[in-house]
C-alpha cells in the first residue's frame, strides 16, 4: 500500500497549481468598496453624541432577516480564527503566502461592510451585536471535534465552508426584502462563491495526486460538518429560524453544498481508489443517503409546523 503524503510532500506537490489558481483567481476578482453598499443619508448619531439610541421599533427587518444578519456577520467577524486556521496549514510561501494574505484581505471586507450597513440603518441592536462579537472573538474558532487539523482536512472544510456561506448570504439578502442589503449580500456571495472555486480546485488537485488519502479527508469533513457559526451567541435559535425559513436548512446543505462539490470531484464515478478509498467511498455514500432521508423528514416536519402556525394566524383573524 501506497504511504501516505506529508503536509510538506502535499504542499510542494500542489505549489503549481496553487500558482495557477491564485493568478485565476486575481483575474476574476473584482474591485469593490464597502462604502458603496451603506446609505449614510440614513445614519444619525446615538446619544453619546447627542442624539438618540437604538430602539427595536427602528429597525426595518424581521425576526428572521435579523436573526440570519447577526449569525452571518459573527462569522466574518471571527476571521482571525479562521485566518490563523489556513495560515497555519497552508505555507507562508510563494503562491501559498500571497492566497493567504489576499484571502484575508477579501474577507475581512465582509464584516465591515455588514457592520457598517447594520449599524447606519438601525436594524439591529449595535450594543449586543457588540457584546456578540467579543464574546464570538474570544471563543475563537477551531476545528469542529473529530476534524484533525492539517491540509487536506482545512482545505475541504474551507471548500463546503465557503460554499455554505455564499448560500446563506445570498437567502438572508432576499429575506431581508430591501433592495440595498440584498445587493450587498450578493456582492459578498460571488466573492465567497470565487473562493470556494479556489479551495475546491486545490482540494481536487490533492484527489488526483493521492486518491485514498484525500478521500478520507473529505468524508471525515462532510460526515462532521459544522457551520462555522456553531458555538456563538443564540446559534441554536437563530440556526432553527435559518432553518425553518429556507435560508439554510439540511436539504440546501446536501444539495446546494454537498452535492455539487462531490460531484465536481467525481467521487463517486473516479476509479482511481484502491479498496481502503472504495471503503471510504460506501461509507460516504451511506451518510449521503441518510442526510437526505433527515432532510424529508425535517422538511415534513417544516411543512407541519408552518401549516400550524398559518392556521393560528387565520384563527386570531376571524
Ligand atoms: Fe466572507
Not at 134 to 142: I, L, Y
Not at 287 to 304: G, I, S
Given at each position: 500500500?501506497?504511504?501516505?503524503?506529508?503536509?510538506?510532500?502535499?504542499?510542494?506537490?500542489?505549489?503549481?497549481?496553487?500558482?495557477?489558481?491564485?493568478?485565476?483567481?486575481?483575474?476574476m476578482?473584482?474591485?469593490?468598496?464597502?462604502?458603496?453598499?451603506?446609505?449614510?443619508?440614513?445614519?444619525?448619531?446615538?446619544a453619546?453624541?447627542?442624539?438618540?439610541d437604538?430602539?427595536?421599533?427602528?429597525?426595518?427587518?424581521?425576526?428572521?432577516?435579523k436573526?440570519a444578519?447577526?449569525?452571518?456577520?459573527?462569522?466574518?467577524?471571527?476571521?482571525?480564527?479562521?485566518?490563523?486556521?489556513?495560515?497555519?496549514?497552508?505555507?507562508?510561501?510563494?503562491?501559498w503566502?500571497?492566497?493567504?494574505?489576499?484571502?484575508?484581505?477579501?474577507?475581512?471586507?465582509?464584516?465591515i461592510?455588514?457592520?457598517?450597513?447594520?449599524?447606519?440603518?438601525?436594524?439591529?441592536?449595535?450594543?449586543q451585536?457588540?457584546?456578540?462579537r467579543?464574546?464570538?472573538?474570544?471563543?475563537?474558532?477551531?476545528s469542529?471535534?473529530?476534524?484533525?487539523?492539517?491540509?487536506?482536512?482545512?482545505?475541504?472544510?474551507?471548500?463546503?465552508?465557503?460554499?455554505?456561506?455564499?448560500?446563506?448570504?445570498?437567502?438572508?439578502?432576499?429575506?431581508?426584502n430591501?433592495?440595498?442589503?440584498?445587493?450587498?449580500?450578493q456582492?459578498?456571495a460571488a466573492?465567497?462563491?470565487?473562493?470556494?472555486?479556489?479551495?475546491?480546485?486545490?482540494?481536487?488537485?490533492?484527489?488526483?495526486?493521492?486518491?485514498?488519502q484525500?478521500?478520507?479527508?473529505?468524508d471525515?469533513?462532510?460526515?462532521?460538518?459544522?457551520?462555522?457559526?456553531?458555538?456563538m451567541?443564540?446559534?441554536?435559535?437563530?440556526?432553527?429560524?435559518?432553518?425553518?425559513?429556507?435560508?439554510?436548512?439540511?436539504?440546501?446543505?446536501?444539495?446546494?453544498v454537498?452535492?455539487?462539490?462531490?460531484?465536481?470531484?467525481?467521487?463517486?464515478?473516479?476509479?482511481?481508489?484502491?479498496?481502503?478509498?472504495?471503503?471510504?467511498?460506501?461509507?460516504l455514500?451511506k451518510?449521503?443517503?441518510?442526510?437526505?432521508?433527515?432532510?424529508?423528514?425535517?422538511?415534513?416536519?417544516?411543512?407541519?409546523?408552518?401549516?400550524?402556525e398559518?392556521?393560528?394566524?387565520?384563527?386570531?383573524?376571524?
Open positions: 500500500m501506497a504511504r501516505d503524503l506529508t503536509q510538506l510532500e502535499l504542499l510542494q506537490e500542489l505549489l503549481p497549481v496553487a500558482e495557477e489558481n491564485v493568478n485565476r483567481h486575481l483575474s476578482a473584482k474591485e469593490w468598496h464597502p462604502h458603496d453598499y451603506v446609505p449614510w443619508d440614513e445614519g444619525r448619531n446615538f453619546e453624541l447627542g442624539g438618540i437604538w430602539d427595536p421599533a427602528q429597525s426595518r427587518l424581521d425576526e428572521v432577516a436573526a444578519m447577526i449569525t452571518n456577520l459573527l462569522t466574518e467577524d471571527n476571521l482571525p480564527s479562521y485566518h490563523r486556521e489556513i495560515a497555519e496549514n497552508f505555507s507562508q510561501d510563494g503562491a503566502g500571497t492566497w493567504v494574505g489576499r484571502w484575508t484581505a477579501e474577507e475581512n471586507r465582509h464584516g461592510v455588514m457592520r457598517d450597513y447594520l449599524v447606519v440603518t438601525r436594524a439591529v441592536d449595535p450594543v451585536l457588540e457584546q456578540f467579543m464574546e464570538h472573538m474570544t471563543n475563537g474558532f477551531s469542529p471535534s473529530g476534524v484533525e487539523a492539517g491540509f487536506l482536512h482545512s482545505v475541504a472544510y474551507v471548500t463546503f465552508q465557503e460554499l455554505a456561506t455564499r448560500v446563506s448570504h445570498r437567502n438572508t439578502g432576499k429575506a431581508c430591501e433592495p440595498i442589503a440584498d445587493k450587498m449580500l456582492r459578498i466573492d465567497e462563491n470565487l473562493h470556494m472555486i479556489f479551495y475546491r480546485n486545490m482540494c481536487g488537485a490533492a484527489l488526483d495526486l493521492a486518491p485514498d484525500v478521500l478520507e479527508a473529505i471525515h469533513v462532510v460526515q462532521n460538518f459544522q457551520m462555522p457559526g456553531a458555538g451567541p443564540n446559534f441554536r435559535r437563530n440556526g432553527v429560524l435559518m432553518a425553518k425559513h429556507g435560508i439554510y436548512d439540511l436539504r440546501q446543505h446536501l444539495e446546494e454537498v452535492m455539487p462539490v462531490v460531484r465536481k470531484w467525481n467521487v463517486f464515478e473516479r476509479n482511481d481508489f484502491t479498496a481502503r478509498g472504495e471503503e471510504i467511498r460506501e461509507g455514500g451518510f449521503l443517503e441518510n442526510l437526505d432521508a433527515q432532510a424529508t423528514k425535517f422538511e415534513e416536519q417544516r411543512d407541519r409546523m408552518l401549516a400550524r398559518a392556521k393560528k394566524r387565520e384563527q386570531r383573524v376571524s
